[in-house]
């Protein structure tokens, strides 16, 4: 019985340590399990893309643009304390990934990005034997756009996204030979050290937000209203030194006060891109800043202007009229290129909201219109006249009067 027993305790022991032996000698990644991690379904391998993120302000016609995304093989230890595997032409080599952006790629409304994938990165990668597959994974930059200027002076600017990271990939021995990608996560480790990355979507692909690119530009600069391809124009529609936006008053009739001043109330909201806190504007010689979002009272009397050099395209601005008695306002105004005409009320306040200013011509003028004065009462000229008319007719009277009583 003893005997029996010692046999079974035997028996289990070895089977436990041969159990042991297996588990210790599969790599085993914490990762596997993780939220962040890209997971294989079954052992068909799992698909990865990543996302190139286009922050773009509406009022700008999306640019000529082709971001490469590199994969460079990294050495180091995994957390089994194996080493990474090696990565050549043959096994587990990436090749540059592109995407590509032009004029047809629309922002939609209400939208302040364009977000583009490069499809499954390992497609066509082969991984000939099971391990950690470890990447370094950078945007190129400064390559695959060119700058819209003039005579050296730029109009658009593109911001690059500097951030590195590595991409661990985990290859795994299938049941029947051969292998699969078994999972695959991304950690952020320059300019800073920010962990594990989620992707944005998961599925049947894990797609990751990885590379953010900014592209701004000055308002106002593209000169003709109906230059088709303003994300590549023709360098004579081009002007740097175009003004953004021009507000101009008109005073109208013949006995409109042309010294009056004309209150205006603007406030201006800033760009999806933009990061600055306020604009500068001028009336004449006299500098005037405007905080986005806040209410700024200006005024302007017959032919004055307030003027703005540069403005970031994609601003938009609310302007406020304060009604004048007797006067009736109304603009003719360029928004993006596009004529707009606009009626008001008289000795009512004039309103016009949300007025995008694009990277084509930006001008309102509005006019204030105050009807002639039509002449009243009698004309002194003519009194003998009129008296003469009178005594006749009082005359007559008195002698009708006289031949009926007769």
Partial sequence: MKKTFFKKL????????????VFRGVPTFADDNDVATAKATGETSAKVSINKVLNIAEGITTPEATFT????????????????????????????KNVSYSGTDVLATGQTNIKKETGDIFREVNYTHAGEYVYTVAEKQNVGWK?????????????????????????????TGGTYISSVYFKQVSPSVNGKVKPSESGTTYKYDLFTNIY??????ITDPNEPNPNKPNVSKVDPNAKSLVIKKVVSGATADKSKDFTFKLTFTKASTETSQSITGKIGETSKTFVYGQ?????LRHDQSLVFDTIPAGTRY??????????????????????KNQAGTVSTNFTQDSILIGEKPNDNTITNS??????????????????????????????????RQA
């Fill in 147 to 175: 700058v819209i200027q003039k005579n050296g002076s730029p109009i658009d600017f593109m911001t690059y996204d500097n951030r590195n990271y590595e991409m661990h990939v985990i290859v795994k021995n299938k049941t």
């Fill in 318 to 339: 609310k302007l406020v009229e304060t009604g004048s008695q007797g006067y009736t306002a109304s603009a003719a105004y360029k928004e993006n290129g596009a004529s």
């Fill in 370 to 403: 105050l009807p002639d004065v039509t002449p009243t009462g009698l004309l002194i000229d003519n009194l003998p006249f009129i008296l003469m008319i009178g005594l006749g007719l009082a005359g007559f009277v008195v002698l009708s009067k006289k031949r």
């Fill in 295 to 299: 209410e700024t009272t200006i005024t």
């Fill in 69 to 96: 995304f590199t994969f460079t093989p990294k050495t180091g230890t995994s957390s089994n304390g194996a080493p990474y595997e090696t990565i050549d032409s043959s096994n587990g080599q990436i090749t540059d």
């Fill in 10 to 21: 035997v028996t289990a022991s070895i089977a436990a340590v041969t159990a042991l032996s």
């Fill in 216 to 221: 701004r530009k000055n308002a106002g600069k």
